[in-house]
Each structure stands twice: as C-alpha cells, then as structure tokens.
C-alpha cells in the first residue's frame, strides 16, 4: 500500500518561510516524478512544483517561482518543498503528490499517489 504523508505546515507571518516535507512508503518513486499542488476552499487544486527523479528537474508555477524550491532525496524516497517569502496569498492545504513514471504533469489527474494534505497559513 502506497503512503505519502506531509509534514511542516503551520502559521507564519508574511515574509516568512516553512519548509514542508513528503514521505513516501510502500513503492519507490526515485525514477517517478513528485509533485506538490495547493487548494484553498472552493478552488481547484491547483500546481505548485514537480520534480523528476531520474534527473532532478524541477518546474514550478508562476507564482512561486524564484521563492519555492522542491528537492529529493532518493534514498529516503522523500521531496521537500521549502518556501520562502511567504505571502498570505500562499495561504492552502498543500499536497504531495507522486507517480510511477518520470513525466510531468501540472494537472490533477497525472498523479496517482496523494497525500492527506498540510494546513499553511500566512498571515498579513
């Protein structure tokens, strides 16, 4: 049975950083691609970041760019995301997500492994 489980959410004030976590259990993704998306009440879920594991390229939405970074580390089949600068705009429930294959996908539907979520609040 796949797990991933966040971890490293909280309140911070803006201007801010927190770094989030992602284990994952039960497969190894170091040849699939992790990815972390964002939703707040009645939104979509929205893309955040991905990284591949077989070469370590990241890509990241616009709206974090130049202020989020995802990182891996292979041998504890684990990815962080560390954010910086935080804006309240930032504010969501963060989820990791994984799957089996190295291909990016900044839909919902290209992961099949997800996390249960991590509350981040910014506040102004």
Not at 21 to 36: E, I, K, L, Q
Not at 82 to 88: A, E, G, I, T, V
């Amino acid at each position: 049975q796949v797990q991933l489980v966040e971890s490293g959410g909280g309140l911070v004030q803006a201007g801010g950083s927190l770094r989030l976590s992602c284990a994952a259990s039960g497969r190894t993704f170091s040849t699939g691609s992790m990815a972390w998306f964002r939703q707040t009440p009645g939104k979509e879920r929205e893309f955040v970041g991905h990284i591949r594991g077989d070469v370590g390229i990241t890509v990241y939405a616009d709206s974090v760019k130049g202020r989020f970074t995802i990182s891996r580390d292979n041998a504890r089949n684990t990815v962080a995301l560390q954010m910086n600068n935080l804006k309240p705009e930032d504010t969501a429930v963060y989820y990791c997500a994984a799957r089996a294959t190295p291909f990016m996908s900044r839909l919902t539907d290209g992961y099949a492994y997800w996390g249960q979520g991590t509350q981040v609040t910014v506040s102004s």
